[in-house]
Each structure stands twice: as C-alpha cells, then as structure tokens.
C-alpha cells in the first residue's frame, strides 16, 4: 500500500515529510486563493527529488482567476509528475499535458453527510448500499475519464463505507484519511473573520487568507461527529481506516494522509 503526504505549502512539507511516504501531494485541494506560486511548486518538486519521492500537484475547483494561475504551473511538471484535478474544467486543460491524471476525490461525487452512518439499522441494507456508492460506480462517468486517459480515481473514507469498486477496471484507487470532505463554498466563512466591523456580515469578500492558521470545530446535537471548518471548506475526522485487504478489494492501493489540513501554519 502506498503511503502519500498531503500538504498545502512548503512549511508544512518540510515539517511532516518522513521516509514512510513515497509521494507528496502539493497544492490546496479547495480554494483557488491558496494555489501555489511557480517558486514553491519548483521548491517542492526539487524537495521530492532529493528525498526519492513522487510529485504530484493538488488543484481545486476553480474560476477563470484560478485556472490562470494553474496555467502557469502545468509546464512546471514532467512525464513522471501527476494533476489531482477536483475540477472538469482544469481536467479537460490538463488533458493537453503529458502528466498523468487522477480524479480527485471532489470530483469524484460521493454521499459524505456523516448523518448516513445513523440510517444503518433504520432504513433498508439497499438504501444504505446505494448511498456507500461514489460517481466512480457509473459506466458513463468511467467512460468520460477513460477519454481523458486518467489514470487513478481518488475517494473520501466515509463513515457508510466504500461501496465502488475499481477492481478489474484501467483505474487504481486512493483514500484519504483523517479528514473526510464533506461541503466547500466560495462565500469563505472566514473571510474577514479578523474585523470587528465584519461581524455578522456574510458574502464574497476579497481574500486576505485569513484561514491560514485558523480551524475551528463546530458541535451539533443532529451531528455524531465534530464538523471542522478549515478555510472554504467544511470536514469531519475519521480515525478508522477499512483493512489493506478490504481496501485492495476494491482497487484501493494508496493511502493519503492529509492530517496537515488541522496543522497551524
């Protein structure tokens, strides 16, 4: 099983990189605000290099603003290097590159509410088969990224479990893990969260990146589990992997570890 590092900045790479992982992640997964500047995308690949480590560059959903600036980074990555792409318009950009494609596991739709895991026991076992299902599961879907010869297809560990399987397919697949993505939004919840002037106030406001640094846990009684707030985007922790062996059974062979998410900066 393949071990991976996911990290946001080179602070945090250099911080949390150790030997057991074979390949690093570099990028923000959620917010085009936080995507990496060309020097720091070339600090991490010459990083990797020099500890044998594969590269791979996270991108997240993104506007035309975004989308410039990955632009920008995509001559930066070589034949060996892989795009996580979470969006269809940077993947069909991507697509005129010769780095290797993966899906990431925000574009690859799945039923993330940690509410689902209550319905065991309540609702029918098919119910509850259907909502373990991810948009991997859909012939058209697979088709679609056949086509834009990806490579690999990324999932969430949710609490319901992994109903989609990979195995037998041109796919390999990831989890992540601790943090499970749940929801993002553009109206960044802790965008002027800094200004007493700004209180109660809610909207598009310009990105002072406020976030860095910042997450707070928020507590529900209609919640088993802690919401996180991190930046744009909103998760929850989960500790419990599937065994190796449940996890090969379904096309499953890298495992990511993105606890740098909860890290201060």
């Known amino acids: 099983m393949e071990?991976?590092?996911?990290?946001?900045?080179?602070?945090?790479?250099?911080?949390?990189?150790?030997?057991?992982?074979?390949?690093?992640?570099?990028?923000?997964?959620?917010?085009?605000?936080?995507?990496?500047?060309?020097?720091?995308?070339?600090?991490?690949?010459?990083?990797?290099?020099?500890?044998?480590?594969?590269?791979?560059l996270m991108t997240c959903f993104c506007t035309d603003f975004g989308l410039e600036k990955l632009q920008k980074l995509f001559p930066l990555l070589s034949e060996k290097d892989e795009l996580i792409t979470n969006d269809f318009g940077v993947l069909n950009?991507?697509?005129?590159?010769?780095?290797?494609?993966?899906?990431?596991?925000?574009?690859?739709?799945?039923?993330?509410d940690p509410r689902i895991s209550s319905f065991k026991g309540k609702f029918p076992e098919e119910m509850i088969n259907h909502?373990?299902?991810?948009?991997?599961?859909?012939?058209?879907?697979?088709?679609?990224?056949?086509?834009?010869?990806?490579?690999?297809?990324?999932f969430d560990n949710c609490l319901q479990g992994i109903g989609t399987s990979l195995k037998g397919t041109c796919f390999s697949g990831s989890i992540?893990?601790?943090?499970?993505?749940?929801?993002?939004?553009?109206?960044?919840?802790?965008?002027?969260?800094?200004?007493l002037s700004s209180f109660k106030k809610v909207g598009i406001f310009p990105?002072?990146?406020?976030?860095?640094?910042?997450?707070?846990?928020?507590?529900?009684?209609?919640?088993?589990?802690?919401?996180?707030?991190?930046?744009?985007?909103?998760?929850?922790?989960?500790?419990?992997l599937p065994s190796q062996k449940e996890l090969e059974q379904k096309g499953i062979d890298r495992v990511v570890t993105n606890t740098s998410l909860m890290q201060s900066e």
């Open 3 to 56: 071990k991976v590092l996911a990290v946001e900045n080179i602070s945090s790479l250099e911080r949390l990189f150790s030997k057991e992982f074979s390949r690093v992640y570099f990028g923000a997964e959620t917010c085009e605000q936080k995507i990496p500047s060309e020097v720091d995308v070339k600090k991490a690949i010459a990083f990797c290099k020099e500890n044998n480590a594969g590269f791979s």
């Open 93 to 112: 950009e991507a697509s005129k590159y010769n780095f290797k494609l993966v899906v990431g596991r925000l574009l690859n739709r799945q039923f993330r």
């Open 131 to 154: 909502l373990s299902l991810s948009q991997a599961s859909s012939p058209g879907f697979r088709v679609l990224l056949k086509g834009f010869n990806v490579s690999r297809v990324e």
């Open 176 to 195: 992540y893990s601790p943090i499970v993505f749940v929801a993002a939004t553009r109206m960044c919840l802790l965008a002027n969260s800094s200004k």
């Open 207 to 240: 990105c002072s990146k406020e976030c860095l640094g910042k997450s707070f846990r928020l507590d529900s009684k209609d919640f088993s589990k802690q919401l996180l707030l991190i930046g744009n985007g909103l998760f929850f922790e989960n500790k419990k």
